[in-house]
């Protein structure tokens, strides 16, 4: 039998260690090896136990789990997956950890702990699993933040493209992982960008934070999208989490459509559907982008893309968390090229110069 996937649970609650010690031993491929009450106990059983993941309390005594992931991933780069709350705080807190390094979380619920815990015991082994095998980044030396929360110096590539069709349409998906890398997509995407529709596979109660914190940091405008409105260029929409969202046309115009569909691939927001509108709706104007994510959902629905037109990028191997949903979409035939993270958004804004130095030769 394969080794088992050694856990530590932290987190301040001894309900909680109880419930996720029970919910992991239950498994056959994984065992609790220990429970921590604050991270100065987990600091020294992490040390002595040398565990292959963590599960980490967002909010705890002494050092809350944010200060205690950042130390973590400075000093000693490990699979950790948050317990986090489904607060608006709880949202907030849970972007800054995957920025951190963190390779996913969960969102336990703030009442019917016993209940709601185990109704979730089959997403918590599946991210401990994940986490097991993702590839672990070294955070990055701590950043000074712009005063006042101004956006960053935005990226050279970020020169803006020029009058372009409103018709070009940009469509991302991404999963475990993929908060992290749609941030080094957009930060690098003009004022004037085409168009930008994305679904992250997230629950509800985060995208809201996941877009603000987005928008902060972007040139163009970052959002939730909204049933009915308008896709204008200039501005990047993400699925509200717990919707299916896709895109429509009305004349001239994309619309966005948010609605209460069944999950698709097991996940709603599903990138299968954004990308089967968009091979349906946008054709050989659309661009699509696969970042890192487990599972397959969107492949197939992106060689449709492909079939109809599109252009097609896919995140590599070496800079994926978790190379799944991308190795599955080169494995269906849907990457026109396939490159390392930082190159996606130049590669992508040489193609639309270009394209508008050809509209531009032809006025």
């Not at 609605?259 to 054709?283: I, Q, T, Y």
Request: glycine share 8%; hydrophobic share 45%.
């Amino acid at each position: 039998m394969s080794k088992k996937i050694r856990v530590i649970v932290v987190d301040d609650s001894a309900l909680v260690r109880s419930l996720l010690s029970e919910i992991i031993n239950r498994q056959r491929d994984m065992e609790c090896i220990g429970t921590a009450n604050d991270p100065l106990v987990a600091r020294e059983m992490i040390r002595e136990m040398n565990p292959d993941v963590i599960t980490l309390d967002v909010e705890m005594p002494r050092m809350d789990g944010i200060d205690f992931l950042g130390r973590l991933m400075r000093l000693r780069p490990m699979p950790v997956v948050m317990i986090s709350t489904l607060t608006e705080r709880g949202a907030e807190v849970t972007m800054r950890a995957l920025e951190l390094g963190a390779i996913d979380f969960v969102a336990k619920p703030r009442v019917g702990l016993a209940s709601g815990l185990n109704e979730l015991a089959s997403q918590i082994v599946d991210k401990i699993r994940v986490a097991a095998v993702a590839q672990v980044r070294r955070a990055p030396a701590r950043e000074a933040a712009p005063a006042g929360g101004a956006a960053p110096a935005v990226p050279s590539s970020a020169a803006l493209l020029g009058r372009l069709s409103t018709e070009k349409l940009i469509c991302i998906g991404a999963s475990t992982g993929g908060t992290e890398a749609i941030k080094e997509v957009l930060v690098h995407m003009p004022a004037d960008s085409p168009a930008i529709v994305i679904t992250q596979h997230m629950p509800p109660g985060f995208t809201t934070s996941f877009a603000a914190r987005l928008n902060g940091l972007c040139q163009i405008t970052v959002k939730e999208a909204v049933n009915g409105e308008r896709i204008l260029p200039g501005h990047a929409y993400i699925a509200p989490g717990g919707t299916q969202f896709h895109v429509a046309r009305s004349g001239a115009n994309y619309v966005a459509v948010v609605d209460d569909g069944p999950p698709v691939n097991r996940h709603k927001p599903s990138v299968e559907v954004l990308f089967k509108s968009a091979a349906a709706v946008v054709g050989r104007n659309a661009f699509g982008i696969m970042l890192t994510g487990m599972g397959n959902d969107g492949a197939a629905a992106m060689r449709e893309m492909k079939d109809a037109g599109s252009y097609n990028y896919v995140q590599d191997e070496a800079t994926c968390i978790v190379f799944g949903m991308p190795r599955e979409a080169i494995a269906h035939g849907a990457a026109d090229e396939v490159l390392p993270l930082p190159q996606i958004a130049p590669a992508l804004i040489t193609r639309l110069r270009g394209a508008t130095d050809r509209l531009h030769h032809r006025i």
